[in-house]
């Protein structure tokens, strides 16, 4: 016997998406501007990012990276390949429910999922998972 539960919907209150939607600028902005110090601020210390990639013809692979890795290469000027022009992304949040929220992130270069949690010093990032656009 299976139950069917209902599909629930929270929106964000707006103190929530303000602060949501501040992380995820951080995050992006920090690593378009090449600013380690602001993708920190958007970044659990416990970051699981991956990102599921293709390369030629070869089968995709899984791309792992960590609080150290994002914040490193952001610093180093990674996201300032993408050229100033395409650096622009959208950001819808799908779910709030307490301490926990899901964001959809649409760029040029990536499509991101988000999972945020709420932190004494805000809400951070705590997975990722991306593919190029």
Known sequence: ?????????????????????????????????????????????????????????????LDVDTFETMTRAAAAGQGRRTQAGERAYTARIDDVDGDIATATVHSVPYVDYLHLVRTTDGWRIVNALWCPA
Not at 16 to 25: C, F, H, K, M, Y
Not at 35 to 52: F, I, Q, S
């Open 1 to 61: 016997m299976t139950t069917e539960l209902p599909t629930v919907h929270r929106a964000a209150s707006p103190a929530d998406e303000a602060g949501i939607r501040a992380t995820i600028d951080d995050y992006y902005l920090g690593w378009f501007d090449a600013d380690g110090d602001r993708m920190a601020r958007a970044l659990h210390p416990e970051l699981a990012k991956r990102g599921w990639l293709r390369r030629g013809g070869d089968l995709p692979i």
